[in-house]
């Protein structure tokens, strides 16, 4: 992190634990220390696998993909998802600018270049509930980190979809099925776009989202998040 940014940032705390921070980070050593990043990923949905393998089960068995890759920071785990529930129910909004930060280091390393940023959409219902989509709170700091435009409203969510928490994998791609619109954007065709969100889990959202983006003209799409889980 920038130790410049922190000066000016909300707080002088951990944004996992509340500890008093004197390094000039966002998290203290014991809480990040905790995070249990991703060092090799299924060079597809971005899952966590051993350093033999260059995908998993999962993406092994399947033939079509709409996107070309998911990028994930860290395992739905521990502090993470302490952070990701901070994020997503705490009203912590700051968090976003957290892990705008970690996905833009892992972005670099890909050495990946990004024409547009967009968004995983909410539901209207949710929105009003939340007050914010932590999807678009995140890919708004990495805009300003990266200075890669963020396409505003490419989605609409027209279907009030199931929990995915609840449902098996299979089950999860049904669900998001016919769940988004994508609007007309001449600026899109031929470009490589990147979704963001906070987690990606069996690539079922961002399936379909990367599936409305190329019938729109895309040319690549990557997905971005900070957990994978």
Same mark, same amino acid.
Not at 63 to 75: G, L, Q, R, W, Y
């Given at each position: 992190?920038?130790?410049?940014?922190?000066?000016?940032?909300?707080?002088?705390?951990?944004?996992?634990?509340?500890? =008093?921070?004197?390094?000039?980070?966002?998290?203290?050593?014991?809480?990040? &220390?905790?995070?249990?990043?991703? @060092?090799?990923?299924?060079? !597809?949905?971005?899952? #966590?696998?051993? =350093?033999?393998?260059?995908?998993?089960?999962?993406?092994?068995?399947?033939?079509?993909?709409?996107?070309?890759?998911?990028? &994930?920071?860290?395992?739905? #785990?521990?502090?993470?998802?302490?952070?990701?529930?901070?994020?997503?129910?705490?009203?912590?909004?700051?968090?976003?600018?957290?892990?705008?930060?970690?996905?833009? /280091?892992?972005?670099? #390393? =890909?050495?990946?270049?990004?024409?547009?940023?967009?968004?995983?959409?909410?539901?209207?219902?949710?929105?009003?509930?939340?007050?914010?989509?932590?999807? !678009? =709170?995140?890919?708004?700091?990495?805009?300003?980190?990266?200075?890669?435009?963020?396409? /505003?409203?490419?989605?609409?969510?027209?279907?009030?979809? +199931?929990?995915?928490?609840?449902?098996?994998?299979?089950?999860?791609?049904?669900?998001?099925?016919? @769940?988004?619109?994508?609007? /007309?954007?001449?600026?899109?065709?031929?470009?490589?776009?990147?979704?963001?969100?906070?987690?990606?889990?069996?690539? +079922?959202?961002?399936?379909?989202? &990367?599936?409305?983006?190329?019938? !729109?003209?895309?040319?690549?799409?990557?997905?971005? &998040?900070?957990?994978?889980?």
């Amino acid at each position: 992190m920038d130790k410049f940014d922190f000066l000016f940032g909300e707080n002088f705390t951990c944004y996992n634990c509340d500890d =008093e921070i004197l390094e000039g980070e966002y998290l203290c050593k014991d809480c990040y &220390s905790k995070i249990n990043f991703i @060092a090799h990923a299924c060079k !597809r949905c971005g899952e #966590q696998v051993n =350093e033999y393998s260059s995908y998993c089960d999962k993406c092994k068995e399947r033939k079509n993909f709409c996107f070309e890759k998911c990028i &994930s920071v860290a395992n739905l #785990q521990g502090v993470a998802r302490s952070l990701v529930y901070k994020l997503k129910f705490g009203g912590k909004r700051y968090i976003a600018y957290l892990f705008a930060h970690f996905i833009w /280091e892992k972005l670099r #390393q =890909e050495k990946i270049d990004i024409d547009y940023l967009c968004y995983v959409p909410v539901s209207l219902k949710r929105l009003k509930e939340r007050g914010y989509n932590q999807a !678009r =709170e995140i890919a708004l700091h990495l805009s300003k980190i990266s200075n890669i435009p963020v396409k /505003e409203n490419l989605f609409l969510k027209i279907k009030d979809t +199931a929990d995915q928490t609840t449902l098996t994998r299979e089950d999860r791609f049904k669900n998001m099925s016919g @769940a988004f619109f994508a609007l /007309e954007d001449k600026d899109i065709k031929g470009k490589t776009i990147a979704i963001i969100d906070d987690v990606i889990t069996t690539t +079922a959202t961002v399936s379909e989202l &990367s599936k409305l983006l190329k019938r !729109r003209g895309a040319g690549k799409v990557y997905a971005l &998040s900070f957990c994978h889980g």
